[in-house]
């Protein structure tokens, strides 16, 4: 199975399965001299790990960390780093009347006609559980760039179903980020996201979201043209997370309705000879190059396919059968995706910022 490593100078590789032994990341490429501990990691993937809330999976796993190499003295050696962490209450009994059946929405038929079988517990590598290996890579990135670049990253959930935040991404940090288990910054919009979440919950059902990145002091001049822009490896990024449906950054689709005049980003430089541009709707990158300016962009979420209401699907001998899954599952998945965008965006930054200083 290819397609398990991301990044070029600063690549992961990722391996695990959802209810396996183990979920496992290798690190190679990251410079020596960085000083990282457990707690720098933990801390990331607490905001991930399931089970933290009453609107996500009840599943319990403490997902600590473990660093096995590529750290000596808590710093780093230029070797690759090897990061684990194991399974703890995977129930795989959960998952044995979908043994024999498709489930919609899932990777289930794409996978066995690919390879041939597919593990049914819990998807296996299909599992959103993958991207805590993606996260705790990210974690690393994350701590890099800020100490040696002042990079930072902040990721919130501005929509869920058609609930909008209405915030200034300027003006808000990760403490009001985090000041709700929806991780929107917007008070009022967020106790209607968790109202709806429940009502849709309590049907028996699930709704999908929109995470908002921003990435603030991004250095001029990252990205490679022509096929390794840098808003092309974030689109890659966004896109390979487990649920995305899609992606768009700066003005987006919005720009469609713009005239070209409204549209454009004038220039002008300011009292410290700095040039900038007065608005921002390309997203902080021309020609697929950061031009300075903070990059921001969202993703979309799909509903968590897995559901208690009925569904129509076939076995695996294309009878047509009845589903009404059971287990424990998110019933909006963008909540907890939150952190995997920031991580991702991390690795992307990362991997442009060591090809940039090369």
């Not at 179903?161 to 808000?172: E, P």
């Not at 309705?257 to 390309?282: A, L, P, Q, V, W």
């Not at 287990?327 to 965006?345: F, I, N, S």
Request: one cysteine or more; charged letters at 25%.
């Amino acid at each position: 199975m290819a397609g398990n490593t991301f990044g070029k100078i600063f690549s992961i590789t990722t391996c695990g399965e959802s209810h396996g032994g183990a979920l496992g990341v290798i690190i190679d490429g990251c410079p020596a001299g960085l000083k990282i501990s457990h707690e720098d990691i933990q801390k990331e993937l607490d905001r991930r790990k399931p089970g933290q809330s009453i609107l996500t999976t009840a599943r319990q796993e403490e997902d600590k960390i473990q660093i096995l190499s590529g750290v000596s003295d808590g710093v780093t050696t230029g070797a690759p780093i090897l990061l684990l962490t194991f399974n703890k209450d995977a129930k795989s009994e959960d998952y044995l009347h979908l043994k024999d059946l498709y489930r919609p929405g899932h990777a289930d038929f794409t996978y066995e006609k690919k390879f041939g079988l597919r593990e049914w517990r819990g998807g296996g590598r299909s599992s959103a559980r993958e991207t805590l290996a993606r996260v705790a890579a990210g974690a690393i990135a994350k701590k890099y760039l800020q100490e040696i670049a002042g990079i930072s990253f902040l990721g919130y959930i501005e929509k869920i179903g058609d609930i909008q935040a209405q915030v200034d991404y300027k003006k808000i940090n990760i403490q009001d980020v985090e000041a709700n288990i929806v991780r929107c910054p917007d008070e009022k919009a967020a106790e209607k996201m968790i109202e709806l979440i429940n009502d849709v919950r309590s049907q028996g059902d699930s709704i999908g979201g929109v995470v908002f990145c921003a990435i603030k002091n991004v250095p001029l001049g990252l990205g490679e043209p022509v096929f390794d822009k840098l808003p092309a490896d974030l689109a890659k990024a966004m896109l390979s997370i487990n649920a995305t449906k899609g992606f768009e950054i700066g003005a987006g689709f919005s720009a469609v309705n713009m005239r070209g005049s409204e549209n454009n980003d004038s220039f002008y430089t300011d009292e410290k000879g700095i040039i900038h541009t007065k608005t921002n709707n390309c997203g902080g990158t021309l020609g697929g190059i950061s031009n300075g300016e903070d990059i921001y962009f969202r993703v979309a979420f799909k509903p968590t396919p897995t559901i208690a209401k009925e569904q129509d699907t076939i076995d695996k001998n294309g009878q047509n059968v009845k589903l009404k899954a059971a287990g424990r599952h998110d019933p909006c998945v963008a909540l907890r995706a939150v952190p995997v965008v920031e991580a991702m965006t991390a690795l992307v930054i990362m991997d442009h910022y060591l090809r940039y200083k090369k």
